[in-house]
């Protein structure tokens, strides 16, 4: 078990009317990293933003941005996002005919590279792809929407996923996103994951400063 996970707060659930202000805060109160979702409406069934409001936002945090990539076809905008200031870019599986090369041209880039895998995924599809990852994202909700329930039929990938990285010679992150809260936070991190990516647990606690629900995230 992880003992100091990574926290990774999901833009898509904070304030869109300020978002700089809410990256500013974030970065300055504890997150490892900045979470942003980019959903097509094709891929998945809700639309966000793209690479334009990212580099926007850019200038706000030295944090890494942690780009997830829920859009089909990915390739031809790989570079789009690279240009605005990703840092590491996670792709789904079936969103792309061949996801080694996909892989392949983020870490062209100088990014790291990630895959993300659905609920309904199976973890052999990554095989054949170890040798080009540098994250494995298990999503723990089906992807398109913020505030969902935790599926907890999900924590058994996250071990077995855990195992193949731990025979590994080369680190590879393990994240988790979807429902993820101080219990569901605290059952990942138990199954292996060593990055948490939250949204409402963040963003959207009345009367709970950032700092402390990102500390709660972490020392849960």
Known sequence: ?????????????ADFSKLGEEVVAVSEMGADLIH?????GHFVPNISFGPDIIASIRKFSSLPFDVHLMIEPVDSYIEAFVAAGSDMLTVHVEAGPHIHNTLQKIQGF????????????PIETLDNLWDVLDLVL????????GGQRFLESQ?????????KIDQLERPIGLSVDGGINGETGKMSIEAGADILV???????????????????????
């Open 138 to 145: 298990v999503m723990t909700v089906n992807p398109g929407f």
């Open 110 to 121: 100088g990014l790291k590279a990630g895959v993300a895998l659905n609920p309904g995924t």
């Open 1 to 13: 078990m992880v003992e100091t996970p990574r926290i990774a707060p999901s833009l898509l659930a």
């Open 198 to 220: 939250a949204g409402s647990s963040v963003f959207r606690l009345e009367g709970v400063p950032y700092s402390k629900a990102i500390e709660q995230l972490r020392n849960r």
């Open 36 to 40: 942003l979702d980019v959903m097509d």
């Open 155 to 163: 924590l058994s990938k996250i071990a077995s996923i855990r195992d």
